[in-house]
């Protein structure tokens, strides 16, 4: 079975761009997260969909979004970057959301410019 | 809140030796408690989690942990290190009650010298 797979792998935008990162969860999965991981804050929780709805979103401006697609597909978007908002972006796919192993794809770098 | 608290930031060992990287929780209710490594370069990969069951842990590549509520710990062990032990590891904590938002620990630098 094929793991979580996430496009592109890497990406240098500049200030006040925008930028969409696309996840494809293991086949089944119907659960996306998204995480956040810097040097200085760690990993942080950005949000999590089921079955295209948002149920839990962690501490971050609006101006991060995201969605679900009915094939569980996921995309996160981040609108008028930030030098901060350079980072590793990791989605991470389970069954059904529930407490329990979350598989990791290997991440996007964005590097803001 | 649920959180977790790695309580050293490099680990240094050598090969052969054993393995202890600590871990303490806080959380309002029975959590769900994972840990996970991270090579680098590579996503985060499983290493065993805890979900009420048996306190006694096992998980892969001969890694345990241990659950203990009295002293609130998830202490992370292996008897032998390996080189290819060497890499980043992170104790976690799942919140609200099972759903899919993971609270990391801070991360501990396993280091594994010949």
């Known amino acids: 079975k094929a793991g979580v797979t996430q496009t592109p792998r890497y990406l240098i935008k500049t200030r006040g761009q925008q930028v969409t990162l696309s996840c494809s969860p293991i086949?089944?999965?119907?659960?996306v997260s998204w995480y956040q991981q810097t040097p200085g804050q760690g990993l942080q929780f950005l949000f999590e969909?089921?079955?295209?709805?948002?149920?839990n979103k962690g501490n971050f401006p609006g101006r991060f979004s995201g969605r679900q697609f009915s094939n569980s597909r996921s995309e996160m978007n981040v609108s008028t970057l930030e030098l901060g908002d350079s980072a590793l972006y990791l989605c991470?796919?389970?069954?059904?959301?529930?407490?329990?192993?979350?598989?990791f794809g290997p991440g996007t770098r964005l590097t803001v410019t | 809140a649920q959180s977790v608290t790695q309580l050293d930031s490099h680990v240094s060992v050598s090969e052969g030796t054993p393995v202890l990287l600590r871990c303490n929780y806080s959380?309002?209710?029975?959590?769900?408690l994972f840990w996970y490594v991270q090579h680098p370069n590579k996503g985060l990969q499983l290493l065993l989690k805890y979900t009420s069951a048996a306190t006694l842990v096992k998980g892969i590549n001969g890694f345990e942990a241990e659950f203990k509520k009295s002293e609130t710990s998830f202490h992370l062990t292996k008897p032998s290190a390996h080189m290819s032990d060497a890499a980043e590891y992170f104790c976690?904590?799942?919140?609200?009650?099972?759903?899919?938002?993971?609270?990391f620990g801070t991360g501990t630098r396993l280091l594994v010298s010949p």
């Open positions: 959380s309002s209710y029975s959590p769900s």
């Open positions: 969909y089921f079955s295209e709805t948002q149920r």
């Open positions: 976690v904590v799942s919140d609200q009650g099972g759903f899919q938002k993971l609270v």
């Open positions: 086949s089944g999965h119907r659960s």
């Open positions: 991470a796919s389970s069954l059904d959301g529930r407490a329990g192993e979350q598989y």
